[in-house]
């Protein structure tokens, strides 16, 4: 199998967490910015991550690979459904987590924006989503005044959360990219989390670029 990707994006990790999730090995390759032919080619439209499957067809939308490669190899790990109040909270930080990492993104050092042509591409993608990355940046302390806010309601939360379920693909993806963003007030168990969950995906987090 073949797993096409960004190494930054949330939505791709997903896709990666269940390999490692699952002990299944996978090929990465790497999509750069501003090739829109490759997944065209595979899936008929400019979207990330794909998988190529055992028999040579090609799936697209992170949560349906998920499920395709969790059912490949005894029993599924992830079949219960996660908590309304994890999904809750996902779906009311999101919007501001982007504010976060977006711009930060634009700056960092991941394959898909290893030519001077390719991270331009991106930077003009997200500007045309978010505007004025740096009138971003400067929000910063005010946008990190919330963020705070809502990770420490997620401590609550991860406190009560005992077992891999979808809840994981939408809070892990979230946390490693928020680990970019210099001066997030993780809590004790969302560290604790971020770890536990880089050690059983093999998905590393940033904050080694933190910024």
Not at 2 to 27: Q, W
Not at 117 to 139: K, M, P, T
Not at 163 to 179: A, E, H, K, V
Request: proline share 5%; hydrophobic share 45%; glycine share 8%.
């Amino acid at each position: 199998m073949k797993l096409y990707i960004y190494e930054h994006c949330p939505f791709c990790c997903r896709a990666r967490m269940i390999f490692g999730l699952k002990g299944l090995s996978v090929d990465i390759e790497v999509v750069m910015e501003g090739d829109a032919e490759t997944p065209l080619r595979l899936v008929g439209r400019k979207v990330l991550p794909v998988l190529q499957k055992p028999d040579g067809t090609h799936m697209a939308e992170s949560m349906d690979i998920v499920r395709f490669v969790d059912g490949l190899k005894g029993s599924p790990i992830i079949g219960q459904a996660g908590s309304s109040d994890l999904a809750q909270w996902y779906e009311a930080t999101w919007p501001l987590t982007l504010k976060l990492f977006i711009p930060r993104f634009t700056r960092a050092q991941f394959v898909e924006l290893s030519t001077p042509d390719a991270r331009e591409a991106y930077r003009l993608r997200e500007v045309e989503a978010f505007g004025d990355l740096e009138e971003l940046v400067s929000q910063t302390p005010a946008l990190l005044r919330q963020m705070n806010v809502m990770l420490g309601k997620l401590e609550r939360l991860l406190a009560a959360h005992r077992s891999l379920n979808t809840d994981d693909f939408l809070i892990y993806p979230l946390l490693r990219s928020l680990s970019i963003v210099k001066g997030t007030g993780f809590g004790r168990e969302a560290r604790a989390y971020m770890k536990r969950m880089e050690d059983a995906t093999g998905v590393p987090l940033l904050f080694a670029q933190a910024a």
